[in-house]
């Protein structure tokens, strides 16, 4: 359970204090899938840095689990969010001179795993994503919607408990986006994980179990 109160955000511009976050209370359940909407400039991906530890908060409280994860010091807090959070982004910054099967092991590898585990785990997960048969292919010989379930598969390595997805599918055409979000939610019903996505995509949205719709930095609508 993750537990979001009084959530805010600000940066200083120009000498002036600006308010991207303001206020925010959520409560995102274990299993759940959650879309994030909004306009260019609500806040989404501000939220979504901040839930994945990326970034603090200027005041408010997140818990996972009860325990507000940013009064750890800053190595705990980075070995959380290796083990527990798994991350998919637009873009799917896989490394160009590695293998499909070598870009998934990555987390692992850099974690300390062992390799022969390490590439066991990824060809599993690769293996779930579609991408059995593309193992040894690397990113420039795959597809748009291949490479981003590659990345997908890498988001998985640590069998994270939550995984955050910042507009996922923006980047690909319509039936291929279809394609990455439909393994995305049968990964999150094999896994039970946490799946909270940010996106402009309204197909992929009304799929997600709940909607919450962000503008000017507050929550103005949930469904």
Known sequence: MIAIRELKKSFIKDGQEIEV???LDLDISRGETLAMLGVSGAGKSTFIHILGTLDHPTSGTVLFDGTNVFDWPETRIADFRNRKIGFVFQFHHLLP????????MMPGLISG???EAASDRARTLLEEVGLAHRVKHKPG???GGEQQRVAVARALMMEP???LADEPTGNLDSETGKMVYETMLKLN???NITLVVVTHNRMLAEHMSRRIELEDGRIIHRE
């Open 97 to 104: 001179e590695f293998s499909a099967l070598e870009n998934t």
């Open 161 to 163: 408990e939550v995984v």
């Open 21 to 23: 976050l303001k206020g």
């Open 113 to 115: 795993m062992q390799r």
């Open 141 to 143: 010989e795959l597809s």
């Open 189 to 191: 019903r094999s896994r």
